[in-house]
């Protein structure tokens, strides 16, 4: 990790205003956020593309049998994705919880150019990946702990839409489509029976990046998705190309 921080400090050259190069030789947070948002055209984009563990059937909070998200987060995606982009990656794999997004991300988020976060949509067909186009401002249901909700992601937000920032619907637009090897992407709006952990997910990863300046994306896909690592690691890398 050491390097990684070294690294986006010295590629940006701190050239963006206000960013104080690091006294040990190692970044702070806050250094690489700053470091990583330079516009010096040379820095390699952070990403950060998230999985969830299995929900369900009995499923302890992190399990991961049955979920392809998570068999791609915790197995070939990271590999396929630094063979087909120079960005700067990194996986990590959530519990079916509410709040985790926020808990986990939320304060830190900003640190990235990109959050992508996948979810399992077992209505898809084989062979497909839909990209979320907003949230819906409901949140509803028990989650891996039991835990249930029904209210609002956002108390403060008067509409039933939660809408996504215009870069995100210009990359998702130019993606959609397109087929990437065995799979298909296609969008989808958001919409009240969408109101689980993925929705409110990508809702509060929206409401992050308002103040925290990534772009954020949810991307849903079909049971058969760990069979295809390499296709689904196209896609994302042509979001953020």
Known sequence: MTGIRT????????????????????????EIGCAGKCDDGNAAPRVLV????????????TDCNVNPTCML?????LRELQ?????????????????????TYGDNAGRYDFVINLGLN???SYGSAEIENGAYNLKYGPDVRGTMKHEACAWQQEYEIIDDVPEAITRMSQVAGNRYGA?????ADARSDNSFICNETHADAIIASRTGGFVPFFIHVS?????????????IADLVN
């Open 83 to 103: 063979a087909q982009s120079s960005a700067l990656w990194e996986t990590d794999t959530l519990e079916v919880r509410w709040g985790i997004f926020a808990d």
């Open 223 to 235: 049971p058969d998705m760990a069979s295809h690592p390499q296709d689904i690691a196209a896609v």
């Open 122 to 124: 077992e209505g898809l």
């Open 183 to 187: 799979v298909s992407v296609g969008i």
């Open 7 to 30: 690294l986006m400090v010295v590629v940006c050259g701190l050239a963006l205003a206000g960013c104080d190069a690091p006294e040990d030789g190692e970044a702070t947070d806050e």
């Open 50 to 61: 998230t999985g969830f563990y299995d929900w369900g059937n009995g499923a302890a909070p």
């Open 73 to 77: 987060t915790e197995g070939a995606l």
